[in-house]
């Protein structure tokens, strides 16, 4: 929270505490932030759950294999199809999945809207239901 060392205890962090906990990296204004990390992760953890038979177990298929700035793949199990795509650089990266996602429906993605016509933002995470 917003109080001492982050509400994390009374005494002397052996870690300094992030200069901004008081507006920025605390639960308590993360949790009421609709895109805060925290509630990425709450997202990505529900994702995951709800379709563990896809996301899990699923067939595993690597796309764009000699592309070294994206990581690019698909799951498939139950008659559903995911792709997911991850931009690991601080550089808008181009990337060839090889599919038609014109219908294809946005999962999950750290930006407010998915990048299209096959480049990803800075660090942007994207993952579809391919129909």
């Known amino acids: 929270d917003a109080s001492a060392n982050e509400g994390?205890?009374?005494g002397?962090?052996?870690?300094p505490v992030n200069e901004n906990y008081k507006t920025t990296t605390n639960v308590s204004v993360q949790d009421t932030a609709d895109?805060?990390?925290?509630n990425f992760v709450r997202k990505m953890i529900k994702l995951r759950?709800?379709?563990?038979?896809?996301?899990?177990?699923?067939k595993y298929?690597?796309?764009?294999?000699d592309n070294k700035d994206v990581?690019?793949?698909?799951?498939?199990?139950?008659g559903k199809k995911?792709?997911?795509?991850?931009n690991f650089t601080k550089n808008n990266a181009a990337v060839e999945t090889g599919l038609d996602l014109s219908k294809a429906k946005v999962l999950l993605t750290n930006y407010p809207a998915a990048s299209t016509g096959g480049?990803?933002?800075?660090?942007?995470?994207v993952i579809y239901e391919i129909k």
Do not use: H, M, Q
Not at 49 to 58: E, S
Not at 119 to 125: F, G
């Open 82 to 86: 995911f792709l997911i795509i991850l």
């Open 12 to 15: 002397k962090p052996w870690l």
């Open 35 to 38: 895109n805060s990390i925290l």
């Open 71 to 78: 990581y690019t793949y698909t799951r498939e199990a139950a």
């Open 49 to 58: 759950k709800d379709n563990k038979d896809v996301l899990v177990y699923g």
């Open 119 to 125: 480049t990803l933002k800075a660090y942007e995470a």
């Open 8 to 10: 994390f205890t009374t």
């Open 61 to 65: 298929t690597l796309l764009d294999k």
